[in-house]
């Protein structure tokens, strides 16, 4: 069964600094793995997502991630944090299949950026 | 920019009721999917539908549960007797195609069993 962790529930940052947000995933195989966004009384939408080709993964809104096998990890960055960006982040993975396959979600991270 | 809509946004029903969640998939999207998030808890999947037959479903889709795709536009997840656990924010989400990728989500019915 596949799994994702999200170190930190709650993740608080300083307009203009680093994002960081924390994901490791558990699989017998390598997967597909994505970073979800929700915005206060909206729906889940995608940032980016990792299907198997170039291992860093630019999304929108200036995110990225770097799939890393040897750690497990697919961590989410953003260099510059913008009042914008305060939200729910959610890792989720599914198998490397056709891409019709379920996700498996993490708990969450909200983001907090302070002015 | 084409949505997944989902009425109604907040549902409040008694414990023991039916009650039936509405989702319309963007028109073109051929997968569906039911997701569920407790209050403070994972999002969960429930079930996926394709060629209106399910592809899939959890263990928490058991005989309570039941989809729908009425009319080629509404996809829909009925739970015939609602108990007190079943309060969460209930997800639909579409697929284009198999090797699309990206599930486009609806904003969520919050479900409150009293």
């Known amino acids: 069964a596949q799994s994702v962790t999200q170190l930190g529930s709650h993740v608080s940052v300083s307009e203009g600094a680093l994002v960081l947000l924390r994901c490791n995933y558990s699989?017998?195989?390598?997967?597909?793995l994505f970073w979800y966004v929700q915005y206060p009384n909206q729906g889940l939408q995608l940032l980016l997502k990792?299907?198997?080709?170039?291992?860093l993964v630019k999304g929108i809104n200036g995110f990225e991630a770097e799939f890393k096998k040897s750690e497990t990890s697919f961590h989410l960055t953003k260099p510059s944090a913008h009042m914008s960006d305060a939200a729910e982040y959610f890792c989720?993975?599914?198998?490397?299949?056709?891409?019709?396959?379920?996700?498996?979600f993490g708990t969450g991270t909200r983001l907090t950026i302070i002015p | 920019e084409p949505e997944v809509t989902q009425t109604p946004s907040h549902q409040v029903t008694q414990m023991g009721q039916e009650v039936i969640l509405r989702c319309v998939p963007i028109?073109?999207?051929?997968?569906f999917y039911w997701y569920r998030q407790i209050l403070g808890q994972k999002v969960e999947f429930l079930v996926s539908?394709?060629?209106?037959?399910?592809?899939?479903k959890s263990e928490i889709f058991d005989d309570q549960f039941s989809v729908e795709r009425p009319d080629g536009s509404n996809f829909t997840l009925k739970i015939r007797s609602t108990k007190l656990e079943d309060s969460a924010m209930y997800f639909c989400?579409?697929?284009?195609?198999?090797?699309?990728?990206?599930?486009?989500f609806g904003p969520g019915t919050r479900l409150t069993v009293t």
């Open positions: 989720a993975v599914s198998p490397p299949n056709f891409g019709n396959e379920k996700l498996t």
């Open positions: 699989s017998s195989v390598p997967p597909y």
């Open positions: 990792y299907t198997s080709a170039a291992t």
């Open positions: 028109s073109n999207h051929l997968y």
């Open positions: 539908f394709y060629n209106n037959e399910i592809s899939e």
């Open positions: 989400a579409s697929i284009e195609v198999q090797s699309s990728y990206e599930q486009y």
